[in-house]
């Protein structure tokens, strides 16, 4: 393993679980139902080295994200906060005024992927909340499935000056095996220079049981190619990754991904990138 001192999770969840507020989590995904808190995630990136992690939300309320800021102002290896704010109201501004001062909040997110609308990122409303986020200095992730790619593009275009992160390169349709059109969809989104990319969530778009690391390496080395190391970076998506894969396994597979690569460019996707795309500040 590359001994990069600056080993960055870039995404990770927390919940208190409850099958009301997490009614996702099938009976193939048992595993995750129970708690997952600070002290657990703690434990793992210490078995792995990894030095620091950011928060992503799981439920769509402002007090999940005032709960998971509370958390990263207690917890100095949280470095940053991807929370949720009412993006479609017209109070979203106020809402942003009262969140902006805890500083670790980085980011927003919307589960876009569970909307019924596959438009839904072209909304008027969406997007004027959009607008909203660059002046309070927060990144917006973008929670999709591949086959909203095409809408992603437009949507991006429409920011140029908003800085985007892509959730789990997209979760293309690994478990049938298609690389196309995913990886041509990504590749054009790609080009946009404002667009970073997580390499994360892979293994739970293969079969949970059944994937193999030669099933999922072409998808992952596709991602790596489309925005090259200066624009991707690691996340575990535990605990959601438990599903299929351990945390440590997951972190060895990412490992031999970017084996292939210079040392500055590893350091890139395992943590610089992170760190430039949420303008993490790095405890000294």
């Known amino acids: ?29 048992r595993v995750l ?12 990136m210490g078995r792995s080295g990894v030095k620091g992690a950011i928060s992503v939300q799981a439920r769509q309320t402002v007090e999940e994200t005032q709960w998971l800021l509370d958390f990263a102002e207690r917890h100095p290896y949280v470095l940053g906060v991807v929370g949720w704010a009412p993006l479609v109201l017209p109070n979203v501004e106020s809402v942003l005024e009262k969140l902006a001062p805890r500083k670790k909040l980085r980011g927003v997110r919307h589960v876009v992927q569970g909307e019924p609308d596959d438009r839904f990122l072209l909304r008027d409303d969406f997007n004027a909340g ?15 499935y591949e086959r ?20 789990h390169i997209a979760k293309p349709r690994i478990r049938d095996g298609a690389l196309s059109p995913w990886r041509e969809n ?10 970073y990319c997580k390499l994360s969530g892979v293994v739970t778009e293969a079969d ?13 080395d596709a991602a790596l190619a489309a925005f090259g190391a200066r624009r991707m970076m690691f996340g575990s998506d535990w605990p959601v990754c438990l599903a ?3 945390y440590q396994e997951w972190l060895v597979i990412v490992f031999r991904a970017i084996g292939k690569l210079s040392q500055a460019e590893q350091a890139r996707v395992m943590g610089e990138t992170a760190v430039e795309a949420y303008g993490l500040e790095i405890p000294k």
Not at 33 to 44: A, G, K, N, S
């Open 1 to 29: 393993m590359p001994s990069d001192p600056l080993r960055i999770d870039s995404h990770h969840h927390f919940w208190r679980y409850s099958a009301k507020e997490y009614s996702w989590i099938d009976d193939s995904m």
């Open 33 to 44: 139902r129970r708690d997952f808190l600070p002290e657990h995630l703690q434990e793992e």
């Open 130 to 144: 959009i607008r909203k986020l660059a002046p309070f200095g927060l990144v917006y992730d973008i929670l999709i």
């Open 148 to 167: 909203h790619l095409p809408v992603a593009i437009e949507f991006v275009d429409r920011h140029p000056k908003q800085r985007f992160v892509l959730d």
């Open 186 to 195: 990504l590749r054009e989104l790609a080009k946009r220079p404002n667009v």
């Open 208 to 220: 949970y049981k059944k994937w193999t690391e030669s099933q999922i390496r072409p998808y992952m």
């Open 244 to 246: 299929a894969t351990s």
